[in-house]
């Protein structure tokens, strides 16, 4: 095919195949539409992902490291983290993310969609739970997740396979929780228990942030895409979009990118939709500037790249005299608390955290890191402190609730570029007072209940550098143009052709890991899209 | 014909003998044999090779460091060599880090290693773990408790 032909217009262009592209090329299918995706970077091959080999661990410190400036591969783009205390960590390719993601996959909660309702902070969003519930059920099928009916501090809920094994580290934690009378429960996890939809399970390799060999993670590569290829779907490789073009009546026609070769092409659609996440997203309207979006496309309320959410993370690790197999079985899933999600008056802060428990490292990260903080020194005292903390660690992982503020922000900038000099993202971020607090409450409740756990010792992180994982709020939804970027279904109020379907449409972060409702909010606006068909641009 | 010196690669090895004389008392300070004697030092491990295996631009970086100590080093006390090594990771640290990267990683791949250790030895994939389910019946405690999600106002 030529590349005139290859570049026919589409009805429906999508710009980056992680988490949320897929899922809305997986909805859109039905429509008969002509579907393009296009993704900057390669379809991963699972024979190449560390496990593989002996030398696994060490692949985690350089080619597949979470950090896309450790990585510094051509497919990704590096990110100026330098004033924000906490870096981003994302991958570029089919999966996007997901590739190297925990696959923890808790849903927000009813209560997180109603912020300012409950707590008079932030604001609400133009959606809920229960309008969102059918579609975390059809991304959970799709997806296959693992986890076990009848959690209490959720809506009734069934996920599709039975949970993961817990383990040593799961059962010994849940004793702690017991013990204090606290909550928790075993995770809901994008990782499958059982044979699923042609897909063997889980192998309990251990270290899921490097790519699944067995495939057992839940990555989109191997869940929605194959499903949405064979029904029509192009997902071109290696194109890395520049900027949305405008139209001389204000709408999308297309998209500027530049493929493999580095070749500059254009990509003409009807309708454009962003699923490039809370960094991604913002890059490209911020660097689609016309005559009538000055600021950026899709601009006019001003905060394309404001608002930045992560989640503030603290962690609290415990080390344990019994032997607990820590470093085997999927490493981010295990169980989960909610003791501290909600609210408490008694409190001072608002919102709160998941516990989230996870399990150990392999020997060379645990020398590694216990190099790094002092704990296990090289020299004399290496194998027994060694001996000490392999195997016989747990963690928790505090995942604090992070409230929108206008100051914490994307921009582009003015000297970094990517490999073909599209300028590339700056972080802008402070932790707020509030998420001060949180953490350190999470700091002492987290060494509570390692103590009640039985941990001899204990050590802590009040806040984790690497941790940028979740990118949300940089173009909010919600129903007032002036003080949002999209309505509620993720269409554009400036741009009536253009969509935005991951976590940059989150109003507030809610306190767990946001896949699922990212995916879940995609196949909503898919829904609404082709209810809307006839008028989608109104 | 030059007279050799310990200091002259005379053969095919990457590291002139005294090089290699101090890799192996400094892999024998970094990572000595432990007390009880059950696991092994790091310098009875072919490290060299693992390094050659491993990149070509680590062994450059390996003979600067090994270029630190002196030819005495080898046959100093450990007391001492830790007090030398110590003084180098205190000025080089990242040259030392790095170092010290590699002597672990090559160290908790090895298969003797990783058996006394009690790891499963080579590539996790295809050979997988096993995982005990654990007792879901301590649930039961967390259900009889609970007072439920917050649900949002009306």
Request: glycine letters at 8%; a negative charge.
């Amino acid at each position: 095919m030529d590349q005139a032909s290859h570049n026919e217009p589409v009805d429906v262009l999508i710009i980056g195949a992680g988490a949320s592209g897929a899922a809305v090329a997986w909805s859109l299918t039905e429509t008969r539409m002509r579907i393009l995706c296009l993704e900057q970077g390669d379809w991963t091959t699972s024979s190449n992902y560390p496990t593989n080999g002996k030398n696994w661990e060490a692949q985690q410190f350089g080619a597949y490291s979470i950090d896309p400036n450790v990585r510094g591969l051509e497919t990704d783009y590096p990110i100026n983290n330098d004033a924000s205390p906490i870096d981003v960590v994302n991958f570029n390719g089919v999966g996007g993310s997901t590739i190297l993601y925990a696959a923890h996959f808790p849903r927000l909660h009813p209560s997180d969609f109603k912020v300012k309702s409950h707590d008079g902070v932030a604001d609400d969003w133009p959606v809920d739970y229960e309008q969102l519930e059918p579609y975390f059920a059809q991304n959970d099928r799709v997806m296959g997740v693992s986890g076990l009916a009848g959690d209490p501090m959720y809506p009734p809920k069934q996920p599709p396979l039975p949970p993961l094994p817990i383990g040593l580290v799961g059962e010994t934690m849940a004793k702690g929780y017991d013990k204090l009378g606290w909550h928790w429960w075993p995770s809901d996890s994008a990782i499958i228990s059982q044979p699923y939809e042609g897909r063997d399970k889980c192998l309990n390799l251990g270290p899921c942030t490097s790519g699944c060999a067995q495939g057992g993670k839940s990555s989109t590569d191997i869940t929605y895409w194959p499903q949405a290829i064979r029904s029509g779907v192009e997902l071109r490789t290696r194109c890395r979009v520049r900027e949305i073009t405008l139209n001389g009546h204000g709408m999308a026609d297309g998209v500027i990118y530049y493929d493999k070769d580095g070749q500059e092409c254009f990509q003409k659609a009807e309708v454009v939709i962003m699923a490039c996440n809370g960094v991604g997203t913002p890059r490209i309207l911020l660097n689609s500037k016309s005559a009538q979006f000055p600021d950026g496309l899709a601009n006019n309320s001003g905060l394309v790249g404001k608002n930045l959410m992560f989640h503030p993370v603290s962690v609290v690790q415990g080390v344990f005299e019994e032997r607990l197999d820590s470093h085997k079985g999927p490493q981010g899933c295990c169980i989960l608390s909610k003791e501290f999600y909600e609210s408490d008056e008694d409190r001072d802060f608002v919102r709160g955290y998941n516990m989230q428990i996870v399990r150990g490292a392999g020997p060379l990260t645990t020398a590694i890191h216990g190099h790094a903080s002092g704990t296990i020194p090289w020299g004399p005292g290496h194998h027994e402190a060694f001996r000490k903390r392999f195997d016989h660690v747990a963690s928790i992982v505090n995942v604090c609730e992070d409230l929108p503020e206008e100051c914490n922000t994307v921009t582009l900038d003015p000297q970094l570029t990517d490999s073909d000099g599209i300028p590339a993202p700056k972080i802008t971020y402070r932790v707020s007072e509030n998420s001060r607090k949180m953490l350190a409450h999470s700091l002492a409740r987290g060494k509570e209940v390692m103590q009640a756990a039985g941990a001899s010792e204990i050590v802590s992180n009040e806040l984790l550098r690497a941790a940028g994982w979740h990118l949300l709020g940089t173009a909010r939804m919600g129903d007032d143009p002036a003080s949002s970027v999209v309505n509620s279904w993720g269409r554009s109020h400036d741009v009536k052709n253009l969509f935005v379907v991951d976590g940059s449409i989150f109003v507030t972060s809610g306190g767990v890991n946001p896949t699922s409702t990212i995916q879940a909010l995609a196949l909503y606006i898919a829904d609404v899209m082709k209810k809307n068909l006839a008028n989608l641009f109104d | 014909m030059r007279p050799m010196t310990n200091d002259v690669i005379a053969n095919d090895h990457p590291l002139s003998s005294a090089q290699q004389q101090r890799l192996s008392a400094l892999l024998d300070t970094v990572l000595p044999a432990s007390e009880d004697g059950t696991m092994p030092s790091a310098g009875k491990l072919d490290f060299l090779a693992f390094a050659l295996a491993r990149s070509k631009d680590l062994l450059p970086a390996l003979a600067r460091t090994l270029d630190h100590f002196d030819d005495e080093f080898p046959d100093r006390p450990l007391s001492d060599r830790l007090a030398r090594v110590q003084e180098y990771a205190g000025t080089n640290a990242k040259a030392f880090n790095d170092l010290l990267f590699h002597i672990y990683d090559c160290y908790y791949q090895d298969d003797r290693v990783r058996a006394l250790i009690g790891a499963m030895p080579g590539a996790p994939f295809p050979r997988g773990n096993t995982v005990e389910p654990g007792d879901l019946s301590l649930l039961d405690a967390v259900v009889e408790r609970s007072q439920g999600y917050r649900r949002p106002p009306r």
